[in-house]
């Protein structure tokens, strides 16, 4: 098989692409010039569906992989499978995340690797697979953290664990990785609730403690991650805390 042609234009590969705050940053990036890969589990019909937006938009722009990050053997193929349709890596958004309440006492193993696998695992070594293409590029990573990595909350421990821990390896590769890669994270607070509902109490006073009184959207995360990869360009090793100001009250 021939190797592709490289995109004349930057690509980016994004992590759980196809909704949400993922797919916000897929159309920011897209918008800023990019091409993207987009990375989907299994919503495979959205998708297609923002692949096809995309692509209508320009022509060739985009593509849409399943791969179950869980699975490691998937890992380093979604990178050999970017470079083979776009023939370049520019930049790597690790945004797929595993969430749910593990409440102390009744986690289990399984519970913990399947968040840890997602949440950490696979954005490490999707950075060790896609970094010699990042460097030749001069390319970026950003890792989609969570303010709960500093400021947990009861019942989702395992959660802010891995988030904690995946925070700890943004800084490290920001080191591994310099000069040519800058490696830099965001760390969103209320930005979607939860697909499953949320307690309105939670809710409340979720927006209680944020200073800016209002919870974040998506377009705000996508643009974080737009500047981080883009703009940035002497900044690698932080945490944006994309949290109206959570942070703040200490």
Same mark, same amino acid.
């Given at each position: 098989?021939?190797?592709?042609?490289?995109?004349?234009?930057?690509?980016? /590969?994004?992590?759980?692409?196809?909704?949400?705050?993922?797919?916000?940053?897929?159309?920011?990036?897209?918008?800023?010039?990019? &091409?993207? =890969? =987009?990375?989907?589990?299994?919503?495979?019909? !959205?998708?297609?569906?923002?692949?096809? !937006?995309?692509?209508?938009?320009?022509?060739?722009?985009?593509?849409?992989?399943? *791969? &179950?990050?869980? &699975?490691? &053997?998937?890992?380093?193929?979604?990178?050999?499978?970017?470079?083979?349709?776009? +023939?370049?890596?520019?930049?790597?958004?690790?945004?797929?995340?595993?969430?749910?309440?593990?409440?102390? +006492?009744?986690?289990?193993?399984?519970? %913990?690797?399947?968040?840890?696998?997602?949440?950490?695992?696979?954005?490490?070594?999707? *950075?060790?697979?896609?970094?010699?293409? /990042?460097?030749?590029?001069?390319?970026?990573?950003?890792?989609?953290?969570?303010?709960?990595? $500093? #400021?947990?909350?009861?019942?989702?421990?395992?959660?802010?664990?891995? #988030?904690?821990?995946? *925070?700890?390896?943004?800084?490290?590769?920001?080191? $591994?990785?310099?000069? #040519?890669? @800058?490696?830099?994270?965001?760390?969103?607070?209320?930005?979607? %609730?939860?697909?499953?509902?949320?307690?309105?109490?939670?809710?409340?006073? =979720?927006? !209680?403690?944020?200073?800016?009184? @209002?919870?974040?959207?998506?377009?705000?995360?996508?643009?974080?991650? @737009?500047?981080?990869?883009?703009?940035?360009?002497? /900044?690698?090793?932080?945490?944006? @805390?994309?949290?109206?100001?959570?942070?703040? /009250?200490?």
């Amino acid at each position: 098989m021939s190797t592709p042609a490289p995109s004349e234009r930057p690509v980016a /590969l994004v992590t759980g692409a196809a909704r949400r705050i993922g797919a916000a940053i897929s159309r920011t990036l897209h918008a800023a010039g990019f &091409d993207i =890969l =987009l990375h989907h589990h299994a919503s495979a019909g !959205e998708a297609e569906a923002l692949a096809a !937006e995309l692509n209508a938009t320009r022509p060739g722009s985009a593509h849409a992989l399943a *791969a &179950d990050l869980r &699975d490691f &053997d998937r890992i380093p193929e979604l990178v050999a499978q970017c470079i083979g349709h776009f +023939g370049r890596l520019d930049a790597l958004v690790n945004n797929a995340s595993a969430y749910y309440a593990t409440p102390f +006492g009744t986690v289990t193993p399984a519970q %913990w690797d399947e968040l840890f696998a997602v949440n950490v695992r696979a954005p490490f070594f999707l *950075a060790q697979a896609a970094a010699p293409h /990042l460097a030749f590029r001069g390319g970026a990573i950003v890792n989609l953290v969570d303010a709960y990595a $500093e #400021k947990p909350r009861a019942d989702i421990s395992v959660h802010a664990g891995s #988030k904690a821990a995946l *925070a700890g390896i943004t800084h490290a590769l920001a080191v $591994e990785l310099a000069p #040519k890669v @800058r490696v830099n994270g965001v760390a969103p607070g209320a930005i979607l %609730w939860p697909e499953d509902g949320i307690d309105p109490a939670l809710q409340s006073a =979720l927006i !209680e403690r944020t200073p800016l009184a @209002r919870a974040g959207t998506a377009e705000e995360v996508a643009e974080a991650v @737009r500047w981080l990869l883009q703009d940035a360009t002497y /900044l690698t090793g932080e945490i944006l @805390r994309l949290d109206g100001g959570r942070n703040a /009250l200490g």
